[in-house]
Each structure stands twice: as structure tokens, then as C-alpha cells.
């Protein structure tokens, strides 16, 4: 039955900083980060990605990786980076991170859009880069995009999706975040995606990053829940998209899943008037209004 199997607790991965500030426009100062994320930090989250460590010249808004992660209170969370390459790990390694998170598309167009390579060419790299990070300490997260489909519904070869999955955890990647990039998710395929990768690890090593773009990404967070799934990626106020999906709402925002999960009774560790506070920083650091609904609406009735 519907809530038979709810957990006491879940974690929240925040991506804001990383995923959520990259595709702004306007580039945002280092001050301004570090304002975010402390806010962010204030909260009480406690997984972060901080930054990418991809060349400045393909996203020139995170060119300042070093500089940011050098004014972190690094004992204060988990800050993970995006790393693409063993060039970007080398720096992750100098800068002291203790995770970093890897990139693939479930379909062959988007990787190669978004990655300009083949997937098994970006598998052979990734390779690399995990077993160099794993032989370090780091811990490491395998992200899966498009894995609900890219030009419409339903249009990712579920067997390739698969191979990746278990590619990426025979090479050592300890848990592997599920994105629906283009915002099409609904409960019953999300359903049948997360059962066909329960088959690839467990629950506990699984992560649903889902953005609400047609405005179905806590229907599936539902669906992630009472199939096991412990770990959900939401970004501040809604911040972020996809520069492939236009008009894009951005990433599940993390104070409406934070509201929800509450309501539920599932603890997260995060407070959700910290959470308000932090939204207002994220729209005062990007200069606009954000699409988060609790951001817009508050948490209470208007008296």
C-alpha cells in the first residue's frame, strides 16, 4: 500500500552552486558563491557541489574552482566537485575535495552534444578518472543524464542505459545519481527505470536528480521513496535547466523537497526557514526571481 514503506530519514544532495549556477547567464562572482553556499551551509545541508573542474573555457562560470573551494569551511560538509577528466581530478586532488562526480548521458545525442564524444569513449575516460580518484580516498558519484529520454519520452535503448550503470559501478563509482535532464519523467516510467537499476546496486547507492520542468519531480521522488531510495538532488530555489531543454524550470527545488518530505515525517537534517533564507540569497546572487514554489509561495498561509 501507497506509504507502507516510508523512510525515518533521506539524504538531500544540493547541486545549486554547480549545476544549478552554470548555466546563468551572468556570471557570478566568487563572493557571491561563497554567499550561497554558506547560506546553504546554515541550513544544515550537508552534501554539496561546490564547483566543476571542466576547462574555463567551455564554462567559464566555474573558471574560479580553486579560489572557491579555498574559502570553504571544509569541515563544515561533504563538498563534491564535477570532474570530467584526470586533468580536472588533478586539480579536485590539489584543492582538497574528498568527492567528485562524473558525467555521462544515457543517450548517444546528448553525450555527444553535451560531451562531444561517443559514450564508450567517455566510459574509457571515466575509467581513468575513478580508478585514479578511488586509489586516493575519494569518494565518487556516477551521474546519468537523460535517462527518461532526450528528444521525447521512452527514447533511451534501456540496455545501453544499463551497461553504463554497471560500467560505471565495476569501476568503482560507490553510487550513481538517476537524471531526468529534460524534466519528462512521470511515476509509472520512473517506476520501471528505478526497478531496472535496483537490479544494477542497491537503493542505498541510488540518487534520483529530477527536474520539474512539466512539474512532475516530487510525483517521482514518490516513486524513488517507497522503492528504497534514500538520496534526492534539488537545487536551491529551483536554480538550474538544461541548455537543451528550453524554457526548462530547472532542477527540483530543494525547499519544495524538503516541505514535502517533512510533511511526511522524514527527517533530512535541514531547516526550512534556513532553507527560505537561503533561496532569497540564491535570488539576490543571480539578480532574479527563482521557480522554486515554496520559495514563491512561503511556508505558511498569508494571514
Not at 580536472?88 to 558525467?103: D, M, N, P
Not at 532526450?150 to 538517476?178: K, N, P, W, Y
Request: charged share 20%; glycine share 10%.
Amino acid at each position: 500500500m501507497l506509504f507502507d514503506s516510508l523512510p525515518d530519514r533521506v539524504t538531500v544532495y544540493e547541486v545549486s552552486p554547480r549545476d544549478g549556477l552554470q548555466n546563468e547567464r551572468a556570471t557570478v562572482p566568487t563572493a557571491g558563491k561563497l554567499r550561497l553556499i554558506l547560506a546553504l551551509l546554515d541550513a544544515g545541508l550537508q552534501r554539496i557541489e561546490a564547483t566543476s573542474f571542466v576547462s574555463p573555457k567551455w564554462v567559464p562560470q566555474l573558471a574560479d574552482a580553486e579560489e572557491l573551494l579555498a574559502q570553504l569551511p571544509q569541515q563544515a560538509a561533504r563538498f563534491s566537485a564535477l570532474c570530467p577528466n584526470v586533468r580536472g581530478l588533478a586539480r579536485a586532488r590539489q584543492s582538497g575535495v574528498s568527492e567528485i562526480a562524473v558525467f555521462i548521458s544515457a543517450s548517444e545525442d546528448h553525450n555527444r552534444r553535451n560531451l562531444n564524444d561517443s559514450v564508450d569513449n567517455t566510459l574509457a575516460r571515466l575509467r581513468e578518472v575513478v580508478q585514479e580518484a578511488r586509489a586516493s580516498g575519494i569518494f565518487v558519484r556516477g551521474c546519468i543524464s537523460t535517462l527518461w529520454g532526450f528528444r521525447q519520452v521512452d527514447d533511451i535503448d534501456m540496455t545501453l542505459a544499463l551497461r553504463i550503470g554497471h560500467a560505471l559501478r565495476d569501476m568503482g563509482c560507490d553510487e550513481l545519481s538517476l537524471g531526468d535532464t529534460m524534466g519528462i519523467a512521470t511515476p509509472k516510467r520512473t517506476r520501471d527505470v528505478l526497478l531496472r537499476f535496483l537490479d544494477v546496486c542497491p537503493g542505498s547507492a541510488l540518487c534520483m536528480h529530477m527536474h520539474d520542468t512539466r512539474g512532475t519531480a516530487l510525483a517521482n521522488v514518490l516513486v524513488g521513496l517507497e522503492l528504497g531510495l534514500r538520496g534526492f538532488d534539488a537545487a536551491i530555489g529551483g536554480l538550474g535547466g538544461c541548455p537543451f531543454a528550453p524554457g526548462a524550470a530547472g532542477n527540483l527545488a530543494t525547499e519544495d523537497l524538503v516541505y514535502m518530505l517533512h510533511g511526511m515525517g522524514i527527517e533530512t537534517g535541514v531547516s526550512l526557514d534556513k532553507l527560505l533564507a537561503a533561496g532569497n540569497v540564491a535570488a539576490a546572487v543571480v539578480g532574479r526571481a527563482l521557480p522554486g514554489k515554496v520559495h514563491a509561495a512561503g511556508l505558511r498561509p498569508s494571514s
